[in-house]
Every structure is written in C-alpha cells, then in structure tokens.
C-alpha cells in the first residue's frame, strides 16, 4: 500500500514551480514530516496526496489507498460532545458495535494521554488536548494514509511537545501519516523527513 512519487511537480497557472522533481515512496507504519520554507508548496503536496488536485507534471501512483485522513491545524469539534465520543465515533461508522467501539476509544485515550479529559466537552479542552483528540479521531477512522497540516502551529512550546509526543506514536499503525510542519520538534518526531527543497531522507 505505498505511495510513489516519480517526476512529482506542481504549479498554479503560469505562476512559478511550487516543487518540481520530487521522488519518493511512502509505506504504511511510517510517519514523514513534510517540511519547506512558507510558499514551498506544503500543503499543495498534501492535496496531490489526498487526490483533491491532479499534479502539473510526474506522476503519484497510491497503491490500495481508499481512505484518506485530515487532522487540519485548527482542531474542530462538537462543543458540547464528549471527547471520548469524538474518539468513539469513527469506531462506530466502521460498523464496529458500540461496546466494542467505547473499548477502543477507551484505548485511543489512554495512548494519547487524554484520560483526565475523557468525559469533558469539546469546548472544556486545551488547545494541546483538542489536537491529541483530533490526532487519536484521525487514528480511530482507520485510514489508509493520515495528513497532517501544521498540528503546532498555534500551540506554546510546552503544549507542543505533547503532541509531538503523540505524532511520534503513529507509526505504531498501518496508515502512511503525513505531517507539514514548520516545527523542527515535530519534524524530528516523525520517523522520515521529506523536504521540499531536498527530497526524502531519515
């Protein structure tokens, strides 16, 4: 189930290359830190990943890959819901039954460090809880490859690393998670580095 890129470049319009010649190969139980300076094209490659824009030149081939993930840098949820439902939910969408689902979700919790805030609202959590629970929804829809987009951008140092802490745990899964970051804390969670201006690395 990887994702190859060969040749890979992108441009709106007449207007200069975002990138060009990118090349690389994504696996399952892997997470890449897409990194590049502002206007590098970081998140028009998570868009030629998910499928929702075609690339002006090379190819990307995704073997298998049916569902795709978004964790968006600002965490959006129910107010008023639980956050372990937000957890929950996905689980149940997938046909799981509901006790196995709450189990599960119970789980995901525990793997993010969220138990204390289990039973609040959305709306009670911090902005480093809401991204941990966005980042364990996104892990519970079981999707074939994860995007990430800038998951600390607005968060202190502190509230940062947790959920670097939590980024560095996705490679447990099957998903190909991929992280845009501007962040060399996040970056350096993540298992591979892909930068724009250099390619694929380690």
Same mark, same amino acid.
């Given at each position: 189930m990887p994702v190859i890129a060969d040749g890979l470049g992108h441009r709106f319009g007449r207007s200069p290359w975002l990138f060009r010649g990118l090349a690389f190969q994504l696996d399952p139980g892997r997470v890449y830190a897409l990194t590049g300076p502002s206007g590098s094209g970081k998140s028009t490659l998570l868009a030629l990943l998910a499928g929702?824009?075609?690339?002006? !030149?090379?190819?990307?081939?995704?073997?298998?890959?049916?569902?795709?993930?978004?964790?968006?840098q600002?965490?959006?949820?129910?107010?008023?819901?639980?956050a372990i439902d937000h957890v929950?939910?996905?689980?149940?969408?997938?046909?799981?039954p509901p006790g196995e689902a709450v189990q599960r979700a119970a789980e995901?919790?525990?793997?993010?460090?969220?138990?204390?805030?289990?039973?609040?609202?959305?709306?009670?959590?911090?902005?480093? !809880?809401?991204?941990?629970?966005?980042?364990?929804?996104?892990?519970?829809?079981?999707?074939?490859?994860?995007l990430v987009d800038e998951p600390t951008a607005q968060l202190d140092p502190a509230t940062a690393e947790n959920v670097n802490d939590a980024i560095s745990s996705l490679a447990a899964g099957?998903?190909?998670?991929?992280?845009?970051t501007h962040d060399p804390r996040t970056r350096d969670a993540c298992s591979d580095h892909i930068d724009l201006g250099r390619g694929l690395g380690r």
């Amino acid at each position: 189930m990887p994702v190859i890129a060969d040749g890979l470049g992108h441009r709106f319009g007449r207007s200069p290359w975002l990138f060009r010649g990118l090349a690389f190969q994504l696996d399952p139980g892997r997470v890449y830190a897409l990194t590049g300076p502002s206007g590098s094209g970081k998140s028009t490659l998570l868009a030629l990943l998910a499928g929702w824009t075609a690339p002006s !030149e090379g190819t990307l081939e995704r073997r298998d890959v049916e569902r795709v993930g978004w964790v968006f840098q600002n965490p959006h949820g129910s107010p008023r819901r639980a956050a372990i439902d937000h957890v929950r939910l996905p689980f149940l969408a997938r046909g799981i039954p509901p006790g196995e689902a709450v189990q599960r979700a119970a789980e995901l919790i525990r793997r993010f460090g969220l138990e204390s805030v289990a039973a609040s609202d959305f709306r009670q959590l911090s902005g480093g !809880e809401a991204q941990r629970l966005m980042l364990a929804r996104g892990v519970a829809a079981s999707p074939d490859l994860l995007l990430v987009d800038e998951p600390t951008a607005q968060l202190d140092p502190a509230t940062a690393e947790n959920v670097n802490d939590a980024i560095s745990s996705l490679a447990a899964g099957h998903s190909i998670v991929v992280v845009a970051t501007h962040d060399p804390r996040t970056r350096d969670a993540c298992s591979d580095h892909i930068d724009l201006g250099r390619g694929l690395g380690r």
